[in-house]
């Protein structure tokens, strides 16, 4: 059975910072590209940050740019996302996601073959 399982949500405060893991298991993930979607209350789900199957490749949207980081370590099959500078707006929750088409360097949500299950991220102001 595969499953992406993440890892680190919880509650901060402006200003601070959390790091989210997500760890692969049932099969590898080395030749997919790997990111993070997010979804608040009342909004559609968007891409966060992606990183491509051999990790030279790192794309984030435009509003955590600077602030947030990808990193994948194909040996543990797992995908890390380090939050720093988290602002109210960055509340949501966070889905880590595999790509199904290999060697490519983007995660499109149309794409994805698997979803993680989500880890709630709250930052108070």
């Known amino acids: 059975q595969v499953q992406l399982v993440e890892s680190g949500g919880g509650l901060v405060q402006a200003g601070g910072s959390l790091k989210l893991s997500c760890a692969a298991s049932g099969r590898t993930f080395s030749r997919y590209a790997m990111g993070w979607f997010r979804q608040a209350p009342g909004k559609e789900r968007e891409f966060v940050a992606a990183?491509?199957?051999?990790?030279?490749?790192?794309s984030y949207v435009d509003s955590v740019k600077g602030r947030f980081t990808i990193s994948r370590d194909k040996s543990k099959n797992t995908v890390v996302l380090q939050m720093n500078s988290l602002k109210p707006e960055d509340t949501a929750v966070y889905y880590c996601?595999?790509?199904?088409?290999?060697?490519?360097?983007?995660?499109?949500?149309?794409?994805?073959?698997?979803w993680g299950q989500g880890t709630q991220v709250t930052v108070s102001s």
């Open positions: 990183i491509s199957w051999n990790g030279g490749s790192i």
């Open positions: 996601a595999a790509d199904g088409r290999p060697y490519t360097n983007v995660v499109v949500s149309t794409s994805v073959a698997y």
